[in-house]
């Protein structure tokens, strides 16, 4: 995330129940990087410890309420507030796009997860046939203020780099697809679209790479 958090930045209430698909047959002690308002914990069935980090204050405040322990700042700051080898399972929901170093995220949070855990999140594809669409057509790359090309983003996957990022440091992968399937027909007529997907790839109709990996 940006050094300087925007107080003002409408933070999203979204469940993402979507990315539950990706969650692991048992847990206990959760961490949330970049955890919001605290209500993706909504999706877990199982009881758990769970903790989160938010750089927004104002919005670690409300996460506090739903959330057993929420540290404010960036995951670099509250790094060593963390517990070596502790955690089972850590979310990262759209948040490994906005950090400015993922490879070095990936070696400090194995050094939090104990043996066996898993990481599951999500991240924006960056493949998407509306990118395509503007980039390849268009000719143009507009930062938005949120989606794909949200301004806030500093890094940008596609489902294979994202594979390679994993696999690059030491982890397994359980799980890995497209979730949130936009109808082309907002950007091409159906029959293209089609024909898009059999010469692309099936993985541009999706906005988000879902995740499960092990170290």
Request: proline share 5%; glycine share 6%; with cysteine.
């Amino acid at each position: 995330m940006p050094k300087e958090v925007d107080p003002h930045y409408q933070y999203s209430p979204n469940l993402r129940s979507e990315v539950s698909a990706f969650l692991p047959t048992n847990y206990q002690k959760v961490l949330e990087v970049g955890c919001s308002y605290g209500t993706f914990r909504k999706n877990l069935e199982q009881a758990n410890e769970y903790w989160g980090i938010e750089p927004n204050v104002v919005v670690a405040n409300e996460a506090s309420q739903h959330l057993d322990k929420v540290l404010s700042g960036l995951f670099e700051e509250v790094l060593d507030q963390l517990p070596d080898a502790y955690f089972d399972l850590v979310i990262c929901n759209d948040v490994i796009e906005h950090m400015a170093d993922p490879d070095q995220f990936l070696e400090l949070i194995k050094l939090k997860m104990c043996p066996g855990a898993s990481l599951v999140g999500s991240i924006p594809n960056v493949r998407h046939i509306s990118n395509l669409k503007g980039l390849l057509i268009q000719k143009d790359w507009q930062y938005e203020d949120a989606g794909i090309l949200d301004r806030t983003h500093l890094k940008f996957f596609t489902q294979k780099s994202l594979k390679n990022l994993f696999l690059r440091h030491g982890f397994r992968i359980d799980k890995i697809s497209g979730i949130n399937d936009i109808s082309s027909r907002a950007f091409f007529p159906r029959v293209f679209a089609r024909l898009l997907y059999l010469i692309l790839g099936d993985d541009i109709r999706y906005v988000q790479i879902g995740f499960r990996v092990n170290p």
